[in-house]
């Protein structure tokens, strides 16, 4: 990593020095910045006052991410029962297609990730995908394709 | 069909994401907290008991009883929080009434904090609502430089913050969310002691889902005797229906509880296709039969949090059940012995379906991993996971006939494409 | 007082304390209750939900462990749905658990699972057919433990116990649902590793799915065996683990009346393959040629071998006289053999040239001590820890050196609350949890405890009363600290900030019950004994003495270095510290053992040493020591023992010391043997043999009494108790120590003068020793070794968890090298960088004597300008760059330190 990352990284993680509680709130600004959990991150989080096995497990259970690079574009296809019934599992196959990739794997060159996700919460507009945190209807195919092009450039 | 009843809580153009957002937080009248801040924290207890407010999240535990409850125990430190993860498949109707009128929900956690004199409060998002986050934050802070979020002039400012989840349906559990909010693995912890002794930090916690506030802040504004009139005896107020699946126009739908599920249908478009079934409070809830369209939603009938999810006759009962206990498998937190064991036996159980001989020791095997959950799992969320598929086996035996002789050709055109 | 509750529990009304659980009071009523993730020291988790029992009027069932009761609840803890649940629980984790064999580390854990399962309603067969497929041990990622993840039902207790009772986090769970499992992260020593192998984790473990490693790679052990532990001072009861006659590991003794009471170390558990290993020697040597190497000698009987070594030490005796003899007992065999050796110097040898290895260790604790209080040894005993308010930790490590009196010192802090101050150079673990550490220059201990005095005169917290009851010397000392020991100069010496060394003094004064616990970065410093007399003079001051869980505790470092002293093995004393020129002591010796007994006093070891190098002495008989890796001055050392006629060593292994003998004796080790240990704080423990020697082996005992016989003194004894007897009285402190009692279990410490006493754990309750404590008027002086240009850092030596003195026993066990390999001399990060050094890189570190290559690691543990090796590996002797400079009055070495420079290699 960068030195300036690096020291944006030491700082954001100062902020909480000494409060285990913050360890999500700090996890979840990390994930606002560098779009990941920084492998450096899980260290100086005992700054907080945890150990470093007790971080791994906080984070562990949530599924954070810990890397070095971000994935630039996150695709998440709803496989929850309302947007199954709405064909979400065709849905994330063509994704899949369209980009030669598969799903829950990070596509190295480009950094893209398409993946099932549990419900997002937008049932009426099932099937629902979300791009980068945005919901999309994922009925309209070729505009869902569109914007993970313009995601991804 | 029955015209829609009127709406309180819902039925207003979407405001997070508007660029009119100060002009409705400028325009927000606050009545129910003007009126909070001239009555006891007794009265206010009375009149939400008097109102019948029972919880919208699901438990459907009597609004009124929780605060007092708090308000009763020794320890001086309080929280109140609201718990807006809504992880429930099929649910999106706290979604949609943040987007609508998030003040309400403010409003309300306010008059809780005030109350049951708490130090602070949090509002728990679901990860998803980010344009939620965004508005609830920019209201705050607009609240908060006015001097507004306190409860009588001149008193200690009492604070909310906003606090993001992390998709994570076991942190939609009270026990679970307080553990996320000090920062730890959303695992359940044992009751008692129950949230109202000892929640977040160890303190008593009133613990609201968003829509029960949102009803808190009516009822204030309104009195308890409008909400008790509206609705059915044990069932009152305004309540928020999220219709999804297939229907022709899935939306929230506010109503009462005195609505039918086939009154609801009606309202969301009517069912595509011909019903077959449907998920009445979705996966976790009870599974409603073509002879049950006609019975109200209401809490005695299986319909805690209002929400449905429809679905016809061209689809697979095995399919549903499916992913009814890989949601399960997937999402229970793996804590407790009988949880683990029995989400790990249910998946095995549907995995291995079409290589068993007969339905009936499936269902039974399913049923006794029900029974033993229902009585000592650490937490509801894998009984409430596995009620629903045995009622799938007994509802459709005939789509489970079709994959024991490995002939289903709705499943089998699934998986053709999927390939 | 807590209300009261009544409740009834299957029909049966009782009546308990508010806050009692349901478990708890179905145990009180006899019902039992099935349990697995349930810990009696740890609060409950309720995850394994086994425990579940019917409540009438409460949906479902609830977890017994974690319910408290309330009035009038009925409770069925033998209901349908409650057997149904366990039935269902037990069943999953028995489905899981694989089969069974004999051989299977997990046996004892299963048949407790299988026999919950009956009671639960299953029969035999069921149960049975639940055994399918293999579990599989996990050996790959720690050397010393192993895991069965199929067997973990994440019941928790491991890594809570670890984090609520021993403060460390090696563990825990991560992931979640189907995932989730128990993650450890071992294998690495502890300071990286957090993880020091104590072995609680096993102990916990209700399924047998934690392991040590070799349960899976040995097997089951035959049968188990009680002994004493051989390693540190604390003096553990164990149960030694033997298959096929060879000692496989050991479990801790749990009994309330035990030094340990269910805790034991990595090396108390792990490390006892020494005992079976192929280097052992079974056959005497004899040298043929000068040289170090195992082909200098040849193998000779025992006849042959001790014919010889009679011979020479006759010889030397007749023609120079037997002050040109000595005997360097050891700390590691027996009170018998120890007083065997003592008696075979003074009535054979005729002369008091007799010493052990306390002299380069604790004998100014016994200077100091017995010059304050009129006694040499520990003042209270190690189970009054927990119940001591404050602990002064000073000069000591416990958390590696002796881990169970660490897991004492944890358990006072993080329980009880008890205030913690620790007086160290180095950060040490115990640092992390104490409320104030006083980080000081090596080498400045006088300043600092005479600051610490002098904050309690200036600030008016000395007990007066005590003073004047019970003390004597308190004006001169007060003068001496007035006048010389402002607290400006005392940070000036010390580089402690004087706010800290007012909190420290604060926090001792203050405590109802203080406690001084301290070690070698006391005694092992040219004025180790005044280091001692001020540690006393804290405790006289304060009246935190002559009463339970206070006092000045030194923590003796090896199993028997306590015993070798009570009973003799020391050159001014005779047992029992009776003087060596008291003439009533030497009458009755002299009448026992029909000899006239030698009336000069006495060579200590150094001074033995620096006699072989000057022709002072020329024959020495050496038991089980290791001074060539172990005395400081290394080259010194060769020179003298290479100087001598005749040097006999008495060893289990070829050590770097046997390598210089002429004649070589395997002895036997005390696993073989029958004896008894004296610990630190006094207790007289016996022990029996576990398994029988190797042939070829003889106990230090036979070698003892035949050496004796053969040079004209005839010793013979059937056996050790006979041997105890003799000692015992002769030795009034201990003469009412006898063996039938401790055969019968009795827990003795001395003094204990008669036999129906169990002797004074607490000393000086009513007057000292020697009537009143003396104050000592003490004056720093630097240290003899000072820092230079040339040599600009301070090196200190110390111990390490995972090893033991000179590692000849430790570095027999694979899974202990695993976790330490090699030495590694500490550096502060600052100092490295200043260096150029990167972790691991080799480093020479030379001394005004030598110097030694060493891998480097880079660590906070060490001030800036510090650095901290061990003595552990005769590869990295560290012992060639440490100096001869003495404590005058003890001829302790000046271990602490040691002037050097520093080179990247």
């Known amino acids: ?106 596509k190295a060159d480009s950094r893209l990730l398409i993946s099932r996700s549990e419900c997002l919460s937008h049932c009426d507009h099932a099937p629902t995908v979300s791009v980068n945190g945005e919901n999309c209807a994922g009925a309209d195919l070729p505009g869902l394709i569109a914007r993970i092009r313009e995601a991804l450039s | 069909m029955k015209p829609l009843p009127a709406s309180f809580l819902t039925g207003r153009p979407k405001i997070v994401g508007s660029p009119r957002l100060y002009d409705y937080y400028r325009s927000y009248p606050f009545s129910a907290l003007r009126k909070a801040r001239n009555m006891t924290a007794e009265g206010i207890v009375a009149e939400l008991l008097a109102s019948g407010l029972r919880g919208r999240g699901g438990a459907s535990f009597p609004v009124g009883l929780k605060w007092q409850s708090v308000m009763q125990q020794a320890e001086t430190v309080r929280y109140v929080v609201a718990n807006g993860e809504e992880g429930e498949p099929g649910t999106y109707k706290d979604r949609v009434l943040l987007e609508q009128n998030p003040l309400a929900v403010i409003e309300a956690l306010v008059i809780a904090g005030c109350t049951v004199k708490a130090e602070r409060g949090y509002i728990y998002l679901n990860q998803n609502y980010r344009a939620i986050e965004k508005a609830l934050l920019q209201l705050l802070q607009w609240l908060r430089e006015e001097g507004r979020l306190r409860c009588v002039e ?204 007969a339905l009936e020791p499936v269902l039974q095997h399913y049923q006794q991993l029900h029974a033993v959950l229902l009585n000592s799992s650490k937490c509801g969320l894998c009984s409430s996971g596995t009620g629903i598929v045995p009622a799938l086996m007994q509802a459709f035996p005939a789509d489970f006939a079709r994959h024991l002789r490995h002939d289903c050709p709705i499943c089998r055109a699934g998986a053709e494409v999927a390939a | 007082m807590k209300p009261a509750v009544t409740l009834c529990i299957d029909g049966v009304p009782l009546t308990v304390p508010a806050g009692t659980t349901l478990l708890q009071a179905a145990r009180q009523k006899g019902s039992d209750i099935p349990t697995l993730c349930f810990d009696p020291l740890l609060e409950p988790e309720g995850v394994c939900r086994l425990c579940c029992v019917a409540v009438t009027g409460m949906h479902g069932l609830v977890s017994a462990c974690s319910t408290p009761v309330s009035e009038g609840m009925e409770v069925h803890t033998e209901s349908a749905a409650v057997k149904e649940n366990q039935r269902f629980i037990l069943q999953s984790v028995l489905r899981n658990f694989g089969r069974v064999g004999h051989d299977d580390p997990a046996r004892p854990a299963y048949e407790t699972l299988c026999s919950m399962a009956r009671n639960a309603g299953m029969s035999a067969q069921e149960v049975a057919a639940l055994a399918q497929g293999e579990a599989h041990y996990l050996t790959g990622h720690d050397p010393l433990l192993a895991i069965a993840p199929d067997r973990c039902i994440q019941c928790n207790r491991c890594f809570n116990y670890c984090e609520h009772l021993h403060g460390f986090h090696p563990s825990g769970i991560v992931d979640m649902g189907g995932e989730r499992q128990l993650s450890f992260a071992m294998g690495m020593p502890l300071a990286e590793g957090q993880c020091d192998h104590c072995g609680n984790c096993i102990e916990h473990c209700p399924t047998g799915a934690l392991v040590e490693k070799w349960k899976v790679t040995r097997g089951a052990p035959d049968y188990e065996a009680p002994s004493i532990c051989t390693y540190c001072g604390t003096g553990c009861a164990i149960q030694v683990q033997v298959k096929d006659g060879v000692p496989l590991g050991a479990h801790p003794d749990f009994s309330d009346t035990s030094v340990n009471q269910g805790q034991l170390c990595v090396k108390g558990r792990f490390g006892l393959d020494f005992v079976s290993h192929p280097e052992r020697l079974t056959v005497p040597l004899l040298r043929t040629r000068p040289g170090h190497t195992r082909d200098c000698f040849r193998e000779v009987s025992w006849h042959e071998a001790l014919d010889h070594v009679a011979g020479e030490f006759s010889q030397i005796r007749a ?104 007086i160290d150079p180095r950060r040490i673990w115990l640092a992390g949890i104490a409320d104030v550490h006083l980080e000081l220059r090596a080498g400045t201990n006088i300043a600092l405890l005479n600051g610490l005095l002098r904050v309690l005169i200036e600030e008016n917290r000395l007990n007066e009363r005590f003073i004047a009851e019970r003390t004597r010397g308190f004006e001169e000392t007060r003068e001496r600290v007035m006048a010389d020991y402002d607290l400006a100069r005392v940070e000036a010496i010390t580089g402690v900030d004087a706010a800290l060394i007012r909190q420290a003094a604060r926090l001792y004064a203050a405590a109802r019950n203080g406690m001084i616990i301290y070690g070698l970065g006391i005694t092992q410093h040219t004025h180790g004994s005044s280091n001692v007399m001020a540690c006393a003079n804290l405790a006289l001051a304060t009246g935190h003495i002559g ?113 210089f003998a002429d004649v070589i004796l395997p002895a036997a080790c005390a696993l073989e043997k029958e004896g008894t240990f004296t610990n630190t704080d006094r207790r007289v423990q016996h022990f029996m043999p576990v398994v029988a020697a190797p042939e070829g082996c003889r106990t230090d005992m036979d070698i003892i009494c035949e ?155 060490c001030p800036p300008g510090t650095v901290f090796m061990s003595f552990h590996f005769a590869e990295t002797p560290v012992n060639e760059l440490t100096g001869s400079y003495y404590d005058p009055m003890s001829i302790t070495p000046e271990y602490k330190v040691t002037a050097v420079s520093l080179a990247k290699a």
């Open chain 1, 1 to 106: 990593m960068e030195r300036e990352t690096i020291i944006t990284l030491e700082r954001m993680v100062a902020i909480h020095a000494g409060k285990p509680g913050e360890l999500l709130m700090l996890a979840e600004e990390l994930m606002d910045h560098f779009g990941t959990i920084p492998e450096a991150a899980p260290a100086l989080m005992q700054q907080l006052g945890l150990a470093a096995g007790e971080i791994q497990s906080i984070l562990s259970f949530y599924h954070y991410p810990v890397s070095n690079t971000p994935v630039r574009c996150r695709v998440e296809v709803c496989g929850a029962l309302s947007c199954h019934l709405k064909n979400s599992a065709d849905l994330l196959h063509a994704l899949c297609e369209t980009f030669s990739a598969e799903p829950g794997v990070i």
């Open chain 2, 154 to 357: 001149g008193a200690g400012a009492f604070d909310i913050q906003v606090r993001r989840g992390r998709q994570r349906y076991i942190s939609g559990e009270e026990t679970a969310l307080f553990r996320a909010l000090e920062g730890r693995r959303a695992e359940p912890t044992g009751r008692p002691p129950y949230p109202t002794e000892q929640g977040l930090w160890g303190k008593p916690t009133v613990i609201n889902n968003i829509e029960t506030l949102a009803s808190v802040s009516l009822i204030i504004e309104r009195g308890d005797s409008w909400f008790a009139a509206i609705g059915p005896e044990h069932n009152h107020g305004p309540k928020l229906f999220s219709l999804s699946g297939d229907v022709a126009r899935p939306d929230v739908i506010e109503a009462d509880m005195s609505a039918t599920l086939a009154d609801l249908i009606g309202w969301a478009g009517g069912t595509v296709g011909t019903f077959k079934g449907a998920f009445v409070s979705g996966p976790s809830g009870r599974l409603f039969l073509p002879r049950d369209l006609s019975l109200p939603l209401t809490i005695q009938n299986g319909c805690g949090n209002g929400t449905v999810i429809v679905f016809n006759d061209t689809r697979c009962a095995v399919d549903l059940a499916r992913q009814v206990t890989d949601f399960f498998h997937s999402e229970h937190c793996g804590q407790c012995l009988p949880g683990r064991e029995s989400m790990k036996q249910a998946k095995a159980l549907m995995d291995g379906l079409e290589n068993q001989a």
């Open chain 3, 319 to 422: 023609l120079d006289g037997g002050d040109k003899l000595a005997v360097l007992s050891s700390a590691r065999v027996s009170n018998e053999e120890n007083y065997l050796a003592q008696k075979l110097a003074r009535a054979v040898f005729h002369t008091n040239n007799v010493d052990n290895c306390a002299r380069i260790c604790h004998a100014p604790s016994v200077v100091g001590l017995t010059a304050a209080f009129g006694s040499g040894a520990a003042t209270n005993s190690l189970d009054e820890i927990d119940g001591a308010d404050c602990i002064m930790l000073i000069g000591a490590n416990p958390t590696e050196a002796h881990p169970v009196i660490g897991h004492k010192i944890k358990h006072a802090v993080l329980h009880n609350h008890a205030k913690l101050v620790v």
């Open chain 3, 547 to 659: 009463r339970p869980h206070s006092g000045v505790s030194p923590l003796r470092g090896q199993n028997n270095v306590q015993g070798a002293c009570d009973v003799g093995a020391l050159p001014n004393v005779l047992p029992g510290y009776q003087k060596t020129d008291d003439p009533a002591a030497l009458e009755r010796f002299s009448a026992y053992w029909k000899v006239p007994m030698p009336v000069t006093s006495g060579l200590k070891s150094c001074q033995m040493i620096h006699g072989a190098k000057n022709g002072q002495v020329k024959g020495m008989y050496i038991i089980a020591e290791d001074p060539v890796q172990t005395d400081p001055d290394t080259h010194l050392v060769e020179q003298a023992l290479s100087n001598l006629d005749c040097l006999v060593v008495q060893e289990m292994f070829f050590t770097r010391t046997a390598s």
């Open chain 3, 707 to 861: 050496l004796a016989s053969r040079m004209g003194y005839p010793m013979h004894y059937d056996k050790p108790a006979q041997v105890w007897d003799e000692l015992a009285d002769l030795s009034p402190i201990l003469s009412g120590v006898r063996y039938a009692r401790l055969y019968a279990g009795e827990q003795l410490v001395w003094p204990c003068r008669t036999t129906d006493a169990t002797g004074d754990r607490v000393l000086h309750e009513n007057t000292f020793a020697h009537g009143k404590g003396v104050f000592h008027a003490l004056e720093f002086a630097a240290p003899e070794e000072s820092v230079d240009a040339a040599y600009p850092y301070l090196l200190t030596t110390g111990r390490r968890l995972e090893h033991y003195c000179n590692g000849s026993m430790t570095r027999k066990t694979e899974g202990l090298l695993g976790l330490y390999p090699h030495e590694r001399v500490e550096i502060n990060p600052q100092d490295a960088a200043g260096l150029g050094l990167q972790e691991t890189d080799l480093v020479w570190v030379g001394s005004r004597r030598g110097r030694i290559q060493v891998p480097c690691h880079l660590t906070q543990r």
